[in-house]
């Protein structure tokens, strides 16, 4: 018995054709899983040779059944890895934009005063 759900399209619709992209997609899926040793090379042939070999999606059932399911967003980039390890610091922002900017804001200011002091007076 299938732990795949039934709005699984693997499982609803079992008699459509496996396109090359949805190929594609399950190879590196196995590939990550594979890599992270969520399972072994044994398991890992036998799935993609299951996979390259089904012309139907109810045959992929084997290949995709135990397996996490697929990231379906994207990381927002405020989030997003810049490649370094966890627990190492990131690299500093740029600060000479930030005191430019804060400067301008700065001597904007005091013209600003000045000119409302020489209205004024």
Do not use: C, H, W
């Amino acid at each position: 018995m299938s732990e795949l759900p039934i709005s699984s399209p693997y499982r609803s619709t079992p008699d459509a054709p496996v396109t090359d992209e949805l190929r594609n997609q399950l190879s590196a899926q196995l590939n990550t899983s594979y890599t992270d040793g969520a399972i072994d090379g044994d398991d890992f042939r036998r799935r993609l040779d299951t996979l390259f070999a089904a012309q139907r999606l109810g045959e992929l059932v084997p290949v995709v059944q135990g397996l996490p399911p697929l990231q379906t967003y994207a990381d927002p980039a405020i989030v997003a890895s810049t490649g370094g390890r966890p627990g190492e610091l990131a690299q500093p922002r740029d600060a000479g934009k930030l005191a430019l900017v804060t400067g301008g804001v700065v001597i904007g200011a005091i013209i600003l005063i000045v000119i409302l002091l020489a209205i004024l007076l």
